[in-house]
């Protein structure tokens, strides 16, 4: 896993290479990431699910007949629960449109910002689409609650802290979960799928890194201060790995990754390739004002 962690992280510091961060590239639950989270008042929100066959496409799964019933139940509930977080990651994307606009950001970042939201439409179709063929009934999203959802969320430094959290962290942890997840995949179509989707949300994570290092180059040394507060919250995290359990290898010949595998490779993502891209960033933002680089503190082991 650390060497495929590893190569992701390199193929993330590419990627923003060809944008704003080019000099980067030279210097728990079940599931595969579920793309951006969709925050109101720091907590994740997504919808209800509902019996409905306009979300799901066909999508044709060689093993669902075959499976025994309760790993079909299994995978089914676990490819829900990421569909209703890759459909929240629609009104996540839409909301950062929104805070673009209201910040006058480039159009390159609206126009990415738009196109995510198209591919996230399109990974919650997916998701609803295998769930529906492990469980043999569709399966759809109810309403999504956005009360809430623009409250403090307006300002430069609320933005930047919002995207930090939504984007470089959960996105490129959402890339690496998909790349990880398509790696012990046993379904054509399910291995088919997390490519696409581990590629998209490359893309998105570059979008944050992005936004982020324009956000640092006209916010100065306060949104400096408020970007490293954010990373060095995140260095401080260090939870303990749930136990690994008998549904494992069920779960990962179905795509989803176990909570134990996620842990672990949240962790490697953390420390291999979210704060030392953050530091990078930061020094460079400092650099460019002629101040002492902002301090992320090293990660607690």
């Known amino acids: 896993m650390r060497t495929r962690v590893l190569v992701w992280g390199q193929r993330l510091f590419a990627a923003v290479g060809r944008g704003p961060l080019a000099r980067l590239a030279g210097s728990s639950g079940t599931g595969v990431g579920g793309g951006r989270p969709f925050l109101v008042h720091r907590r994740a929100r997504v919808a209800e699910t509902t019996s409905r066959s306009d979300w799901p496409h066909d999508i044709a799964l060689l093993a669902t007949s075959a499976s025994a019933s309760a790993r079909r139940e299994l995978l089914a509930q676990s490819w829900t629960e990421i569909a209703l977080m890759e459909h929240a990651s629609i009104a996540a994307f839409a909301r950062f449109t929104l805070q673009l606009l209201s910040l006058g950001a480039p159009p390159d970042l609206v126009e990415r910002s738009n196109a995510a939201q198209v591919d996230e ?8 689409a295998i769930a529906s063929a492990y469980g043999a009934k569709s399966v759809g999203p109810g309403t999504l609650r956005i009360d809430g959802a623009l409250e403090h969320t307006s300002s430069l430094l ?13 996105e490129t942890i959402a890339a690496l979960e998909a790349a990880e997840a398509r790696e012990h995949a046993t379904e054509p179509a399910v291995r088919k799928e997390l490519s696409c989707i581990s590629r998209d949300e490359l893309r998105h994570a570059e ?3 992005s936004f982020v290092e324009w956000a640092l180059r006209i916010g100065g040394a306060e949104a400096c201060s408020a970007a490293a507060r954010a990373f060095s919250a995140l260095a401080r995290q260090s939870p303990q790995p749930p136990p690994a359990s008998a549904e494992d290898a069920a779960l990962l010949a179905g795509g989803i990754l176990p909570a134990n595998v996620k842990a672990a490779l949240r962790d490697e993502a953390i420390e291999t390739v979210i704060l030392p891209c953050a530091r990078r960033v930061l020094d460079r933002a400092c650099a460019r004002e002629g101040r002492e680089a902002s ?7």
Do not use: N, Y
């Open 295 to 301: 301090v992320i503190q090293q990660r607690e082991i």
């Open 207 to 209: 979008l944050a890194w």
């Open 158 to 170: 609320d933005v930047l802290v919002g995207v930090i959290e939504e984007g470089c962290i959960g």
């Open 121 to 128: 439409t399109r990974h919650a179709r997916v998701c609803f």
